[in-house]
């Protein structure tokens, strides 16, 4: 189990990233609660939390592809030309949060 961070370090309908055993992490805070997923897109390699959380969707800042974060699930890919072009996106990994003592901890 890691600690990330505290509970405060991320507000409601924020996320940030975290570098954790050579892993890049994406913690959101969605209607107070957090969930963890994998801060890279797996498309062409943004770097999710540099994007945009829309409630429980996380924007990628480079071609916009959208995830959700409460399960690391595409919820929308790249368009039709650019899957041709340069493949698709792939689901997250998402990851266990815990919570103890107004900390953040994953199990990786
Ligand atoms: S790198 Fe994220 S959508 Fe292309």
């Known amino acids: 189990m ?14 940030k990233g975290f570098s954790v055993q050579e892993k890049q992490i994406l913690i959101a ?6 969930y963890a997923v994998d801060a890279i897109c797996t498309h062409r390699g943004g770097f999710l939390p540099d994007g945009k959380l829309s409630n429980n969707l996380v924007i990628c800042p480079v071609h916009g592809t959208q995830y959700d974060v409460t399960n690391g699930k595409v919820f929308k890919n790249v368009s039709t ?28």
């Open 2 to 15: 890691e600690k990330l961070c505290e509970l405060k370090d991320i507000s409601e309908g924020t996320m």
């Open 29 to 34: 805070n969605v209607s107070g609660n957090f």
């Open 81 to 108: 030309l650019m899957k041709f072009l340069t493949g698709e996106a792939t689901d997250l990994n998402r990851y266990d949060v815990i919570i103890e003592d107004d900390s953040i901890f994953i199990e990786l």
